[in-house]
C-alpha cells in the first residue's frame, strides 16, 4: 500500500471536513484572573450569566499550589496549617485538670465497683 493511501484512517465516521472549526455553539464567557504569591497569573472562565457571588475569591494555584486571589497586588497568604492533634489533645481542650481527675475517679469506682473492691 502506498503512504497515505488511506485518507480517513484515524478519523471517526461524520466527522466532517478536516479542520472545521464551527462545531457547535460556544457559550459567551467571562475570563477571571488570579495571582499567587509568586506572581503567577491563573485564568478561570465563567459563564457570562453567572452572578458574581458564585466566582469563587481564593483558588489554589496549578502553577505553585499557593491560593490564588483576584487582587494582583495583594494575593492571599498561604494559611498556617494546624499540626496533628490526638484524640487526647482534643479532650484536654474540653476539660480542666480537676474534671479530669473527678472522671478518671469515677470511671475508678465504677470498675472497682464491679470487681467487687470496693
Do not use: C
Request: net charge negative.
Amino acid at each position: 500500500m502506498a503512504a497515505g493511501g488511506n485518507a480517513i484512517r484515524g478519523t471517526r465516521v461524520g466527522a466532517g471536513p478536516m479542520g472545521e472549526q464551527d462545531h457547535g455553539h460556544h457559550a459567551d464567557r467571562i475570563a477571571v484572573s488570579y495571582w499567587d504569591a509568586l506572581g503567577n497569573e491563573t485564568v478561570r472562565y465563567f459563564a457570562a450569566g453567572v452572578d458574581e457571588a458564585e466566582i469563587p475569591e481564593t483558588i489554589d494555584s496549578p502553577h505553585s499550589g499557593l491560593p490564588a486571589g483576584r487582587d494582583k497586588e495583594n494575593p492571599p497568604a498561604l494559611a498556617k496549617t494546624e499540626p496533628y492533634k490526638t484524640h487526647l489533645a482534643y479532650v484536654k481542650e474540653r476539660r480542666t485538670d480537676e474534671e479530669a481527675d473527678q472522671l478518671l475517679d469515677d470511671a475508678l469506682q465504677q470498675l472497682r465497683d464491679r470487681r467487687g473492691q470496693a
